[in-house]
Each structure stands twice: as structure tokens, then as C-alpha cells.
């Protein structure tokens, strides 16, 4: 269950992110409500994961999996540079946060 609800932290942290974009380009109401919800969702889920995982390894996976798929949702839906060197350093944070859950 610590699992499903670290992975679940990290999908509502790559929505507040991509939410941040969102209402930085249209200045809407709706933007700031749902930026605001997903982070907390996000920390909300993050603290429910905390309970049995260890705190180092729960953030660093958080925070990898927030600032991946930050990355890539900019790459699909925003226009940001697809080069092969991003995607690369991209599989690099992942693989970290693997790494790091292998030897904990």
C-alpha cells in the first residue's frame, strides 16, 4: 500500500507541475484550484507512504518521479526539447530512485 500511494504522490506532483504551467499561460481561477489541490494531494499521499517507507527513500522516489515526469509532460504537451540527451539524463533520475529503493 506505501507503494501505491508513492506512486500516487508523484502522479499528483507532475499534475501540480503541469498545473504551475497551465495558470502560468492562462491566469485562470481553475488553474490555481487545481495546482493547489494536486500538491496537496501530493504531500497528502507522500505523508501516507512515509509511515512505512523509509523517509530518504520515499522523497528521493517522490521527487524523481515529480521531476521526470515533470520533464516529459513538458516534452509532450508543452514543446520543450526532445533531445536525446534530456531523455537520457531523464532514464538516469529514474533508474536513480530504482537504484536507491534496490539497496534500502
Known sequence: MAWISLLAAGLFEMAGVAMMN????DK???SIILLI???????LFLSVAMETLP?????AIWTGIGASGGAIIGMLFYGE????RRILFIAMVLSSAVGLKLVS
Do not use: N, R
Open 22 to 25: 497551465k495558470f502560468h499561460q
Open 81 to 84: 526539447s526532445k533531445d536525446w
Open 55 to 59: 523517509m530518504g527513500t520515499a522523497y
Open 37 to 43: 489541490l494536486s500538491f496537496g494531494a501530493s504531500f
Open 28 to 30: 485562470k481561477w481553475s
